[in-house]
């Protein structure tokens, strides 16, 4: 694939794909529509051909097929000579139609367009590609994205979600498809389904029933990346809902369909449910969001303070006992999850506070928990469907306070804007005289205030029974800290970073953590049906 094709977001959809697609058509609408003279199809993104590659030849004269460039156009006219091949970019040409100025659109396309009688089917594959910056002054990616139809998305007020080529042709499609008799089988990502940014962009724009559908892994696309893999999805949608289905999307409605996997051979391997919350269903919205009015030293990670952000956040709220890094609301940000000891310097975070501390541990189990792989990348954490159970919450939180993610730690003297200050670990599990006494040789009477009495955590599990699996974390996690205030000269209140890093990098209690890591996975297991059980993660494939 050349470098043009890669920046504009093109990949060719795989063969096996591709004949898949024409298997569902030939499911929604008959063996026989091929031979049905009132049928079109017309592809705006043809590229080279891929998705007509399996059309009956007799049906290629009713088949329009347009790309952006020539050379494919070229290609087209000697794969396809019976079809209709033309050079067209569907996110600019006849936008804006002027007064004595000829359309693009071939005339037998015209004509065919202003018969009512006719049944479109648009097969199409749209590029993906996205601007890098929302707004339409932003710098698009190479300019891709700075079409005529993203300057009409942002007329209707649509925002960010018109820097997504695939999204502009699904607009235009869907407006000027409006009052005709189409379906639609549409190759893309999944996110104008499920994302927070396309509610309205669903309630103004995309009215469709849902037919059927496949998703497969991306991977299967040459040129993607190795290292982040997401869902595409093929998916049949009837613009008029004239086939009397039961799934419609209309205005302000939450959708829920369920669509075939298919494995790299295209073979049927499972079931995904696929949901279009309302973002007000959303668990980042669940979660109380404290506003923060005191200025404290911005973290960058676990123990780095950054003083010169350009975007600087620096303000706690009220009671604050940590910030809790959580940007997104999709599985894909699940390595952007974690507790720090002071506000995040960068955008994504919130402040946690006794009054929403269960809320916190809930919400970091549910983002750390399931395994962000292709089929659920995109996916939506929801929040949940019923109140939950003190055993439950209670297993969150043993579960959050030793995964790797809390890097919630103590430093004294940090110095930030001319002010010192002492960062307390409010997350410190265990009673302070515990540990109060240790090669750090630190009486109670010299700590600072803050570190006197126990961490809001210590008291908050004091007061609760713990379930069988979450109190055999607990147990195995007091081994660990018991030695390392036996080895080890640090504060005593301690973050779990800070007792990781120091155990690992000296290669002590390897046994220890061994056995904390086998009843942290344990616990993981009994969470994971739960999440679902709460509707917070999706059942299914």
């Known amino acids: 694939m050349d470098t043009a094709t890669r920046r504009g977001g093109v990949f060719l959809t795989p063969l096996p794909f591709a004949k898949k697609a024409l298997e569902y058509i030939e499911k929604t609408l008959g063996k026989s529509w091929c031979q049905a003279d009132n049928y079109r199809l017309w592809d705006m993104a043809a590229g080279t051909g891929h998705l007509e590659h399996f059309l009956p030849k007799d049906f290629l004269p ?32 006849d936008v804006k139609k002027n007064a004595g100025v000829p359309a693009k659109l071939p005339r ?27 707004g339409l002054k932003g710098t698009s990616k190479e300019g891709v994205s700075d079409t005529k139809i993203r300057k009409q998305m ?47 962009f669903r309630d103004n724009v995309f009215h469709a029933a849902f037919q059927s559908g496949f998703v497969f892994s991306s991977e299967n696309f040459g040129g993607t990346s190795k290292t982040s893999h997401f869902p595409v999805a093929f998916i049949l949608w009837d613009r008029l809902k004239s086939r009397g289905c039961s799934t419609v999307q209309s205005p302000g409605s939450v959708q829920e369909i369920r669509l075939d996997v298919l494995n790299h051979a295209a073979e049927h391997i499972g079931i995904k449910t696929v949901k279009s919350a309302h ?34 956040r620096n303000r706690i709220a009220e009671g604050f006992l940590a910030s809790l ?91 930030y804007q001319d002010r010192v200050y002492q960062i307390v670990n409010h997350f410190f599990p265990f009673p302070i005289n515990e540990f109060c006494v240790g090669k750090a040789g630190m009486e109670r009477s010299e700590m600072t205030e ?11 599990i004091a007061q609760r029974t713990l379930s069988t699996e979450a109190q055999a974390v607990f147990d195995s996690a007091r ?11 640090g504060p005593h209140d301690a973050g779990w970073y800070q007792i990781q890093k120091a155990l690992r990098e000296t290669e002590l209690g390897t046994d220890l953590f061994a056995e904390l890591k086998r009843r942290h996975d344990q616990l993981r297991e009994k969470i994971l049906p739960q999440l679902h059980d709460y509707g917070i993660i999706l059942s299914g494939f």
């Not at 004509?111 to 594959?125: F, K």
């Not at 200025?295 to 303070?305: D, K």
Request: charged fraction near 20%; include cysteine.
């Open 479 to 489: 081994k660990v800290y018991r030695f390392y205030f036996a080895n080890f000269a």
């Open 325 to 415: 890094m959580c940007p997104g609301n999709e599985l894909q940000n699940q390595q952007q999850t974690a507790f720090l000891s002071g506000p995040q310097a960068s955008a994504g975070a919130l402040s946690v506070t006794p009054d929403n501390f269960e809320q916190a541990v809930v919400v970091f189990a549910a983002r750390r928990i399931p395994k962000d792989t292709w089929i659920s990348h995109v996916d939506q954490l929801l929040r949940p469907n019923r109140e939950l159970s003190p055993e439950f919450i209670g297993d969150c939180a043993v579960w959050s306070l030793f995964d790797s993610k809390n890097q919630t730690v103590s430093l004294s003297d940090v110095l």
């Open 108 to 134: 037998s396309l015209q004509n065919d367009l202003a018969n009512p009688e006719i049944q479109w089917i648009i097969l199409v594959n749209p590029p993906y590609a996205t601007a890098q910056e929302a």
């Open 450 to 460: 803050g570190r006197k009495n126990n961490s809001f955590v210590a008291d908050w």
């Open 154 to 200: 942002h007329a209707d007020g649509l925002g960010e979600v018109s820097r997504e080529l695939y999204v502009q042709f699904l607009y235009r499609i869907m407006n000027e498809f409006k009052h005709r008799k189409t379906l639609l089988g549409l190759f893309s990502p999944l996110k104008y389904l499920v994302s927070a940014n396309y509610q309205k």
């Open 62 to 93: 009713y088949c329009s097929l347009s790309t952006l460039e020539q050379k494919d156009v070229q290609h087209l006219q000697q794969e396809f000579p019976a079809a209709t091949v033309f050079q067209y970019d569907y996110l600019n040409d």
């Open 279 to 312: 973002r007000n269903d959303f668990l980042s919205r669940w979660i109380k969001r404290p506003r923060g009015t005191k200025i404290f030293p911005p973290f960058s990670s676990a123990l780095t303070i950054k003083p010169d952000n350009v975007d600087t």
